[in-house]
């Protein structure tokens, strides 16, 4: 079942598992602009955090917030490994897309890993770029999904 949570609440997730050795700060929104680039403007967005919940046990989280141009940002996907395969990080990311649309913007995009490209290809997420170096990552990508 996904239902909402708090910051508080996905922070020991993202610090634990998805980014353990991330050198910046890990905050409720980010800077980061589709295709490139930073604006503050971003950060000023109440995020939504959701989680999928198995068994009063968070399988797994993701998050999302408006950012400049009527987009949406998805962020901070990521499931347990012992409950992969299941077809969370897709559900994660349909209800992302969906906040998205409830919010008024006329896309949704992400920067995700190619570990985890197949989640969002499932949830109709189109690649944008090539993939490239991150600072948390081998290997990350735009991709977008427009309404």
Not at 37 to 51: K, R
Not at 54 to 81: C, F, P, Q, W
Request: hydrophobic share 35%; aromatic share 14%.
């Amino acid at each position: 079942m996904i239902t909402t949570i708090t910051f508080d609440e996905v922070l020991p997730i993202w610090n634990t598992y998805l980014w353990p050795n991330r050198q910046s700060s890990i905050d409720s929104t980010s800077a980061m602009c589709y295709l490139g680039g930073y604006d503050l403007v971003n950060t000023q967005s109440h995020p939504t955090f959701f989680a999928y919940v198995i068994d009063n046990e968070i399988a797994g989280v993701n998050s999302g917030h408006k950012t400049m141009n009527d987009g949406y940002r998805s962020r901070g996907l990521y499931v347990l490994e012992k409950f992969r395969g299941m077809g969370i990080g897709t559900q994660l990311l349909k209800a992302t897309i969906e906040q998205a649309k409830i919010e008024h913007c006329n896309m949704c995009w992400s920067y995700p890993r190619k570990s985890s490209w197949k989640s969002y290809l499932n949830a109709g997420f189109g690649l944008s770029s090539d993939w490239e170096i991150s600072e948390t990552s081998e290997a990350n990508a735009y991709c977008i999904i427009k309404f």
